[in-house]
């Protein structure tokens, strides 16, 4: 990702005011109880910018009139974290991953110094103190104070001559372009997970438990090689199918339903995320096979009218209206604008380095974006939920299914099962 991680950066500074100064935080893994911290999970934008996957880190980008600098600020090894958490990157193994000159990678305790030189008319490496400071502003909700915000509190309180901005509306919308590496990530994550739903397809009518499959489904992604799951998985059975983010996992399996499964690995930090719907019986019924062909048909569907152009409302739009006539001519609904009761989110998102990425869905479909197609009908009282969700890349003349090769017709499924 070394190569990915320069041009993300280049790409970065030019979208960036003169006289400007970004910073970005790896993160930490937040303190769990007594000694133990939840795993660690790096901060996306930082990866997108570093390759780094590692805590305790800080990027800065400079940007002059004249020219432009980046800087690395890393953890300096001692005996005590060598021997009780393990070694961190050193200056050497840091300008690998990110393709930063060694020269411009820095232990963490030099920061504030290096920092304050930029401020100083007289010494600041950019000939001038910049400006403005960026900085990953990502609001989780109106009570969360950003991360960034927090860790940059005392620069914004000792420097108030800085504007504070924020670098997402530019990383956004560079996210939605996937270079080449990280779509051979993607691909590679799509692979763990069809290895992972391999091994589901061949314990569903053996297993007792939701969280069985559920356990079978991580068993083979780790086997594989996979970093781990990409979001909680859901494993959805019978009328837990009709929750949209159900991750109980802890029904018992009845053999006459249905199981929704939405998953995916992770391949080093970048995502898949895929939904099948199997018969725990290894046979649809009849009233299942009809509902899951009418999801089916409007997956393949609404998919190929993926190109670019194509706007996220006109992918929404074509998918309810399809689902809500196809709906009605089964009687499942007496008016199209009742489809809402059986289908209530939306066509799909973009996927990358998050599995619901960041992205401007307001701009039309464009070469390299990544997005899923997830269709679904819902119905609660018959214990029945179905969705069919695929990865797909816009390429210059229409579309790639990333997840081809796992399987979604009826023919194949019951026979893998068998």
Do not use: C
Not at 102 to 113: G, Q, R, T, V
Not at 121 to 130: D, F, H, I, L, T
Not at 324 to 329: D, H, L, M, P, V
Request: glycine residues 6%; charged residues 25%; without cysteine.
């Amino acid at each position: 990702m070394k190569t990915h991680a320069i041009h993300a950066r280049e790409n970065t500074l030019a979208r960036m005011e003169d006289d400007a100064i970004a910073i970005l935080y790896s993160g930490s893994a937040p303190h769990k109880s007594l000694d133990q911290n939840y795993p660690y999970t790096p901060q996306r934008n930082f990866y997108y910018l570093t390759g780094i996957a590692e805590e305790n880190k800080i990027l800065m980008l400079l940007k002059g009139q004249k020219a432009n600098k980046t800087l690395l600020f890393i953890e300096k090894n001692t005996d005590h974290i060598i021997k009780w958490e393990g070694a961190n990157m050193t200056k050497e193994e840091a300008s690998e991953a990110s393709g930063i000159h060694p020269d411009n990678i820095h232990y963490l305790e030099s920061f504030d110094k290096l920092f304050n030189q930029m401020m100083n008319y007289a010494r600041s490496p950019m000939g001038r103190p910049p400006k403005t400071l960026y900085l990953d502003l990502y609001h989780q909700n109106a009570h969360t104070k950003p991360h960034a915000l927090k860790r940059a509190s005392y620069l914004i309180d000792n420097y108030p001559e800085l504007s504070i901005k924020a670098i997402n509306e530019h990383l956004s919308y560079l996210r939605m372009f996937k270079s080449d590496s990280e779509i051979e990530a993607i691909k590679t994550a799509i692979s763990h997970t069809k290895k992972g739903l391999e091994a589901i397809l061949a314990n569903i009518n053996k297993r007792e438990k939701e969280h069985d499959l559920y356990a079978d489904f991580l068993h083979a992604i780790l086997l594989s090689g996979a970093s781990g799951t990409a979001f909680d998985t859901i494993a959805a059975s019978g009328e837990n199918a009709a929750v949209l983010h159900y991750t109980d996992n802890a029904d018992t399996l009845d053999k006459n339903d249905m199981i929704l499964f939405d998953l995916g690995a992770l391949h080093g930090a970048y995502a898949s995320d895929i939904s099948r719907t199997y018969p725990i019986s290894g046979t649809y019924s009849k009233r299942q096979k009809q509902i899951y062909e009418i999801v089916l048909k409007v997956n393949k569907a609404t998919i190929e009218e993926v190109r670019p152009g194509i706007t996220w409302k006109h992918l929404n739009d074509f998918s309810k209206s399809m689902l809500a006539k196809e709906a009605k001519a089964i009687g499942l609904i007496d008016d199209e604008s009742e489809i809402t009761q059986y289908y209530y989110h939306s066509i799909g998102h973009f996927m990358g380095l998050d599995t619901h990425d960041v992205g401007h869905y307001s701009e039309a479909l464009q070469p390299g974006m990544v997005l899923t197609i997830e269709p679904g009908l819902y119905i609660k009282d018959e214990g029945i939920g179905v969705r069919i969700e695929d990865d797909i890349l816009v390429t210059n003349n229409g579309y790639e299914n990333l997840s081809e090769d796992i399987p979604k017709e009826v023919k194949d499924i019951e026979a893998m099962i068998k």
